[in-house]
């Protein structure tokens, strides 16, 4: 299973920017889906993650602002991010876990908000 992550760039503090994520297998066959993040000389971590069943959850740094959803017709996962701030600048990676368990990760998309 590949995990094609993309969306990431370049935005002004205040900007929007769209993540996307689309598993290779069918997004049915994943338990949950979501977001890490590491920044240059930090630890990865966790950004919001969706639930087979629908039920989302956030890290308390991005409430409010980043909503995570999924679109089984387009086999995708997003990750809407709005009004962001230098602070969230970072490598963005999906993250995703199948009904049998297994996790995978995709190859990081960078984020950058600076003015």
């Known amino acids: 299973v590949q995990l094609q992550a993309s969306g990431g760039g370049s935005v002004q503090p205040g900007g929007s920017l769209k993540l996307s994520c689309a598993p290779s297998?069918?997004?049915?066959?994943?338990?949950?889906m979501g977001w890490y993040r590491q920044a240059p000389g930090n630890q990865r971590e966790f950004v919001a993650s969706?639930?087979?069943?629908?039920?989302?959850y956030y890290a308390d740094s991005v409430k409010g602002r980043f909503t995570i959803s999924g679109d089984n017709a387009k086999n995708t996962m997003y990750l809407q991010m709005n009004n962001l701030q230098p602070e969230d600048t970072a490598v963005y990676s999906c993250?995703?876990?199948?009904?049998?368990?297994?996790?995978?990760w995709g190859q990081g998309t960078q984020v950058t908000v600076s003015s």
């Open positions: 297998g069918s997004i049915r066959s994943f338990n949950r």
């Open positions: 993250h995703a876990v199948s009904t049998a368990w297994v996790t995978y």
């Open positions: 969706i639930t087979s069943g629908g039920s989302t």
